[in-house]
């Protein structure tokens, strides 16, 4: 992670760019640097943020996710996080402020922490032009953390499905059961998506892909495994399927994994992700 001081920016490279633009391709380009001579252009928009005092998550298309600290933080705000979109066209989509739940980290040391916000507080549904996403929580464990909310987000809005149904994530307090691994929100399950485009949900809705691999929509469900990888997670569990007799895998799934012919499984979450402090 890399933390950046405002204060050491030099505002007078912004002459001959918009804003916007600056601040995109200043951030696309903090790989390319070296750590010595790191240097990130800002501009008006995160000095919005800063007005806003409140931690801002910025999503952009290209897989990069930025966690914005102000100075000072309201203190109203202080357990809220503000989450934003930038699409290819530079368009900001506001997706809403939401409540973190800070715990100790289940199972892990008991002076670290982290933050969790649940999917039932997120909007369902979003349409703004062709960017749009619709989704179902279909599972008690609606907690992501603070990261893979962005992620999910970013993901959803790579592909513009209307029809993601997420199996769940973790409990409220970073506790998965009965499952073991998917623990401080980082690992989650969805279910296959259908040629119909359905969006069922309850016990049983889930698509077999043995009993019925014809509904599975492979191409989509190919699409979305990429749009999550992109988005940080690096792994992924799931099943095969066959086209014209020939077993196929799933982008991003190099064998079957028992128990998952009717959800994919996603983890090992590490996005391109950066933090800016004021």
Avoid at 36 to 41: A, E, F, G, I, T
Avoid at 111 to 119: A, E, P, R
Avoid at 255 to 265: C, R, W
């Amino acid at each position: 992670m890399i933390t950046i001081n405002l204060d050491k920016v030099d505002l007078s490279l912004l002459s001959k760019k918009t804003l916007s633009e600056t601040i995109n391709d200043s951030i696309q380009s903090i790989p390319k640097l070296k750590m010595s001579s790191l240097k990130v252009l800002v501009d008006k928009e995160l000095k919005i943020n800063n007005g806003s005092k409140i931690v801002t998550y910025r999503i952009y298309n290209n897989g990069r996710i930025v966690k914005y600290i102000p100075k000072i933080v309201n203190k109203k705000l202080e357990n809220k996080y503000k989450y934003v979109y930038f699409d290819k066209e530079g368009n900001k989509h506001v997706l809403g402020i939401f409540t973190i739940f800070k715990k100790p980290l289940y199972k892990g040391d008991k002076d670290k922490f982290v933050n969790l916000i649940s999917l039932e507080e997120v909007p369902k549904y979003y349409k703004e032009g062709k960017y749009q996403y619709h989704f179902n929580v279909d599972s008690p464990r609606s907690y992501l953390n603070e990261q893979t909310l962005a992620g999910f987000f970013g993901a959803m809005f790579e592909v513009n499905y209307l029809d993601i149904s997420c199996n769940g994530f973790s409990h409220n307090d970073g506790s998965s059961k009965p499952s073991r691994s998917h623990i401080n929100g980082n690992n989650g399950d969805f279910k296959y998506l259908r040629k119909d485009k359905s969006l069922p949900c309850g016990k049983g809705t889930s698509l077999n892909i043995i009993k019925t691999p014809d509904s599975l929509d492979y191409e989509r469900q190919n699409k979305w495994n990429d749009a999550l990888y992109k988005f940080g997670w690096k792994s992924m569990l799931g099943w095969s399927y066959k086209i014209k007799g020939k077993t196929h895998y799933l982008n991003h799934i190099t064998h079957k994994t028992k128990d998952h012919y009717h959800h994919l499984h996603v983890q090992g979450f590490e996005p391109l992700f950066k933090e800016i402090k004021e």
